[in-house]
């Protein structure tokens, strides 16, 4: 495998992080994001993308008029979430906004009334958020805005509204076409199965994935050298895990986190999903005293960050819970009163 130059890894980095790589320069974009739109209009850059992706995962990105669609890290969207994503790009191109010369800002309760018109198995309240989970805070291809108070002493109602990036016309079709052509499975290498399940889901568990943790100890060294390649993954390879280390990502401290270690901690073998939030409830005044935490953000935070697997309505820890020591608040005021 070639060794990547700095502009391809910044390409490569953003693609697993957005699923996205637009061509168009912006304001306020950084001097990296600039050199790597114009690395990519190079033919010898764009093939040490594809060669670096398909060696890792064994696909490589739509390329799109230098509009990169990279889909494959995310899990697997469900049918309602791919309507919604389909809607939601046909409602946005057809805005009179998004014509020749108009202002590309487009009313959000517009985008979500139009695209539950078509998705009428979610709620408006659930459409919103999907769309916000998509294309604000993945896809990054609209941005919020708010028009400015003029008198703060007048109450006013406040419309929001999404700036839509110049590239999304190019971006929807490499989507549609991503998510409606139908391509051959490849025929994947042992460690690009390994990459993928990394890749998606952060780290690999002995129990649970014996052969493919086998596979990994047998490649370590290969592996780590792939991933190593993009300056900001490590390897660790512990007994019974392996994980991707993102040194990219801030230490986690939220109380959501906090409490969801515990949580996750006392699972066992697994608890039904209908008998999670008691357990949140019961262990969250023995982690946090009397702070609350939404029992709702706990269980975000423990899918997020793999401590969890959801499978057939139970919750199952992840072996990277090991990796991880909770203090109790007894605990920790037993250490107070001794300083």
Known sequence: MPELHHNEQVIINQLIDQSIFTSTIQKNMSNRSKEAIHAL??????QRVNTYLRDLVGVVPENYQENLVFLFGAPKLESETVHLLLATLKTVINLPEMQPGASRIVA??????????????????????QINHLFVERFKLFVPDAPEIQNSEITQEVTEFWDVSPDFNYV???????????????????????????LIQQYVSRT?????????????????????????????????????????????????????????????????????????????????????????????????NSLVEEKDGFYHPTALIKRFDVATKDEEDAVHATE
């Open 108 to 129: 959000t309760q517009t985008i979500v009334r139009l695209v539950h018109s078509e998705v009428e198995a979610l709620d408006e309240r659930e459409v919103l958020r």
């Open 172 to 198: 929807a079709q490499a989507i549609v076409d991503y998510l409606t052509q139908q391509r051959p499975i490849p025929d994947l290498t042992p460690v690009q199965i390994v990459n993928r399940a990394l």
């Open 208 to 304: 649970r994935q014996p052969n493919l943790f086998q596979t990994l100890v047998d490649h370590r060294d290969a592996i780590a050298a792939q991933w190593q390649q993009l300056q900001r993954f490590d390897l660790e390879v512990g007994e019974n895990y392996a994980l991707l280390l993102d040194t990219t990502r801030q230490p986690v401290t939220a109380r959501a986190f906090v409490v969801g270690i515990a949580v996750a901690q006392q699972l066992g073998i697994g608890l039904p999903d209908n008998e999670l939030n008691q357990l949140i409830r019961a262990i969250t005044p023995t982690i946090i005293g009397k702070n609350s935490v939404n029992p709702t953000e706990v269980k975000k935070a423990l899918l997020a």
């Open 41 to 46: 209009k190079r033919p010898q850059v764009q």
